[in-house]
């Protein structure tokens, strides 16, 4: 059975703290993604990766960094976490295939920013 | 235009009836489009997924129908059940140095026992 596995499912932080939000998937794909859902906004993309030590800004990158030090595992950062940060945060992989693969997202980390 | 427009927000169906969501995109270079369905507490999975050289693709209870002129691209799911009850997203895929997904905002299902 495939997986993506984020290390938290419920996160509680203080503002200003730096905050990891760790990802591992299983199935050796290239493609490493970083997500926030909001009600009403969708999934919005912060950060992606193509292949390790790569990445790219999403949509949303403000406020974000991410780490990718081996294929299979993939980070995101809030260098001074704020409240406006309270949000589902979810990780998928894909496969770097032609017209479009499948994308499978780990369970999500909901963390809260007091 | 890197937007994918869903509709409606939330829908309320009967037991036994057909569930429709519509999505709409304006780049033409969007070349995959998949629908993803959540439940509470759970990643997105994919439902089913369609690409632009096909107008029609069932699975089951799920069609897609797709209109590349019209740039949209629907949901139905035939014999509505409560199991079913959850938020479904449409998505489009781009190549842009990889494949990049677009999410739509997402519509909450409910189907009534």
């Known amino acids: 059975d495939v997986k993506v596995t984020q290390s938290s499912r419920y996160l509680v932080k203080r503002t200003g703290e730096k905050v990891f939000l760790e990802c591992v998937q299983d199935?050796?794909?290239?493609?490493m993604f970083w997500y926030r859902q909001d009600p009403g906004l969708g999934l919005r993309l912060i950060y992606f990766?193509?292949?390790?030590?790569?990445?790219e800004k999403g949509d949303i990158p403000e406020g974000y960094s991410v780490s990718r030090e081996k294929k299979e595992r993939f980070s995101l950062i809030l260098e001074s976490a704020s409240t406006n940060q309270t949000s589902m945060y979810l990780c998928?992989?894909?496969?770097?295939?032609?017209?479009?693969?499948?994308?499978?997202f780990g369970q999500g980390t909901r963390l809260t920013v007091v | 235009q890197q937007q994918v427009k869903q509709s409606p927000q939330s829908l309320i169906v009967q037991k036994g009836g057909i569930s429709i969501i519509n999505c709409a995109y304006e780049n033409t270079a969007f070349d995959y489009f998949p629908w993803y369905q959540q439940f509470p507490g759970k990643g997105p999975a994919l439902l089913i997924a369609i690409r632009p050289d096909v107008s029609e693709k069932k699975e089951g209870r799920f069609t897609i129908s797709f209109n590349k002129s019209a740039k949209q691209f629907s949901l139905h799911i035939m014999d509505s059940q409560p199991g079913d009850s959850a938020t479904y997203f449409c998505a489009a895929t781009f190549y842009s140095g990889t494949y990049k997904y677009i999410f739509g905002t997402g519509t909450r299902l409910k189907v009534l026992a």
């Open positions: 990766s193509y292949d390790v030590k790569m990445k």
């Open positions: 998928a992989s894909s496969l770097l295939g032609q017209g479009g693969t499948e994308a499978f």
């Open positions: 199935m050796d794909h290239e493609n």
